[in-house]
Structures are given as C-alpha cells and as structure tokens.
C-alpha cells in the first residue's frame, strides 16, 4: 500500500461543532505531518509526529488538536474554529523526517 | 529560517516546448530538494527530488539540477503535454533548524495545445 487516506473528504461545521480528521498510511513512515492549504498558496506546516511523538507546532491555536494513536494513524480534533480556519487539511507521511513526504488527497473543511 | 523564493508564478508554454521553474533557497545547511506538482483539486504529489550531494537527477521528461555554491535548483520539464498542466511547487528541507519542508510560492505552469 502507498497510498496516505483521509477522511471525510469534505467536512462542514459550525462554529460551536467539535469533529475529528483522521489520516492513515500503511508504508512504514515514521514520520506524519498536518498542513492546511488554502486556494492558490503553498501548505502550511501545522504540526509534526515523530515515530508517535510531537516534534513541532508551528504555533497553531489550541483550538486544533493533534492526535497520533499509533504509527499508521493521525488525527486532528477541532473545536470552535472560526471562519477563516476553513481550507483543505493535508495529511502527509514520510519514511523519516528529511525524507520524501507523500500527501493524502485532503479533507475540504469549511466553517459556518 | 529558510526562505524559498520561486519564479515564474505563471509559466505558459505550447505543447512540445520544455518548461523550466527556478527556486533560490537561504540556509546553506538545507540538504533536500523536492518537487510537487498539485493539480486542480488535487494533493501534491512528490514528482522529483534531489539531495545536496548530487547535481542533477533525471526521470523521464522531468529532471531537477541543483547549484550548493549558488543556492537555486530548478526543474526542468522537456517535451510538455497538456496533463503537464498543474501547479508546481518547489521545497527545501531546513536541517539546521527547525527541521521542515519551507515551500516556494508556486508555479501555475499552462500546456497549450
């Protein structure tokens, strides 16, 4: 398997909603990301998972939360986002960080 | 940190012409370079890349060189097509630092027919 999943594909809550993003990936990668895209820019590091463990926070609001249950899974938790947070939310993975990041195909999150 | 500029944002080339996008980078010590191309609702997908031990790595149509003492790797699409249409994104990964992929902006490269 090469392939890094998400779910769902899209995803609309409100502003008081609290739902979850998940990720998996079955190659071996110890290494897992969450960017967030939005139209027309680059992906923007969130956060970084080293073999389970949290190695970087790009400063993001506590209103996401990042979860890594095991090796092969990656969650994000949201809770009272706001407007602007809407965008898609990219998983990645890489066999270590330094290494060649493969993206999942994103959830399109959009707040009301 | 790194910083990765990248130039053209908007390339747009005739079907069969090459195609070459540029990426200067900051930090001396980052140490890999890959490519994304992401299409229109999309994920990026890793396309090419390349480590600062090596010059120029080819596959196929696509072929990436990198110059350490000038600090700018570009990649190089020859023989375009149509589904070559998408955008690109260049990366350099900070190894001295805070240990990320810093992406440049962009390049929305057009194939025409």
């Not at chain 1, 139209?39 to 990042?66: D, G, H, Q, T």
């Not at chain 2, 890349?49 to 110059?67: C, H, M, P, Y």
Request: with cysteine.
């Amino acid at each position: 398997d090469t392939e890094v999943t998400q779910t769902p594909k899209h995803l609309v809550m409100g502003m008081t909603n609290k739902k979850s993003l998940k990720c998996e990936q079955h190659m071996g990668h110890r290494a897992m990301y969450w960017y967030k895209q939005k139209a027309k820019k680059p992906p923007e590091l969130m956060f970084v998972y080293s073999y389970e463990k949290l190695s970087i926070n790009e400063s993001v609001p506590s209103r996401f939360s990042p979860e890594c249950p095991n090796s092969s899974l990656l969650n994000l938790h949201l809770h009272a986002l706001q407007p602007e947070d809407s965008a898609l939310y990219l998983c990645a993975s890489s066999q270590a960080r330094g290494a060649g990041q493969y993206f999942g195909p994103g959830t399109r999150l959009t707040v009301t | 940190g790194e910083n990765v500029e990248q130039h053209p944002s908007t390339l747009s080339v005739q079907e069969g012409d090459s195609a070459v996008i540029k990426c200067t980078y900051s930090d001396s010590a980052s140490n890999y370079f890959p490519w994304y191309k992401q299409e229109l609702g999309k994920r990026p997908q890793l396309i090419i890349d390349i480590r600062s031990n090596v010059g120029e790595k080819k596959d196929q149509r696509i072929a990436v060189t990198l110059n350490k003492t000038a600090k700018h790797f570009s990649l190089h699409i020859t023989e375009t097509q149509p589904e070559d249409s998408a955008v690109y994104f260049c990366a350099a990964w900070e190894a001295g630092g805070s240990e990320k992929l810093v992406f440049g902006k962009g390049t929305k490269l057009t194939v025409n027919p």
